[in-house]
């Protein structure tokens, strides 16, 4: 078993930065990387988003971003 998580993987990813707990980091994390929009709240949902066709995939989106003007974005 490994020692450490993987946080490039989904799994690590959202065990790091996945709850209530993280809020505050993952802010800062996503102000640094995005850095057109500033995000003063974020909300975690489990929204699935089927392909148009059987044979795509489907995308789960886990984060809801608010910016200084109230807009949400994913």
Avoid: H
């Avoid at 998580?5 to 959202?14: A, E, L, R, V």
């Avoid at 148009?52 to 989106?61: M, Y």
């Amino acid at each position: 078993m490994d020692k450490f998580i993987n946080p490039f993987s989904d799994y690590g990813w959202k065990k790091i930065f996945g709850s209530e707990v993280s809020k505050d980091l993952i802010i800062s994390f996503l102000n640094e990387v995005i850095q057109q929009e500033v995000i003063v709240d974020i909300t975690f949902r489990n929204v699935e988003m089927l392909g148009l066709k059987q044979d795509q995939q489907r995308a789960v989106f886990d984060i809801f971003c608010e910016n200084e003007k109230g807009e949400v974005f994913i």
